[in-house]
């Protein structure tokens, strides 16, 4: 989480068109995991005057698609599908 919000204030920082902007004059929107993110972005960051989150209930995208799976909605539901989403997200999901 930590790694996401400070990669996003570097953005904010660094991007040319938004270093000229002045304080609280950027919208921030977050959506699903982004909708916590944005937050603390808006909280550390002068220039966000604006923020909206939507559908932020937390949960990873990597759940969501095994939600899926258990439910039997297609592609996830397939064998093969959840067995490359859980291999995926398993090597994501490893702290470095």
């Known amino acids: 989480m930590e790694r ?10 660094l991007e040319p068109k938004l270093k000229v902007v002045g304080a609280r004059s950027v919208a921030l ?3 699903s995991e982004g909708g916590a993110v944005a937050p603390i972005v808006a909280l550390r ?9 939507g559908g932020s209930g937390g949960l990873p995208q990597s ?10 909605v297609a592609p996830y539901s397939s064998p093969f599908s959840r067995d490359i989403f859980l291999k995926t997200f398993a090597a994501i999901s490893v702290k470095r």
């Open 4 to 13: 996401r919000v400070s990669d996003t204030l570097s953005f904010i920082e």
């Open 29 to 31: 929107l977050g959506f």
């Open 45 to 53: 960051s002068p220039k966000i005057g604006w923020l909206a989150t």
């Open 63 to 72: 759940q969501s698609f095994l939600i899926f799976a258990d439910r039997g």
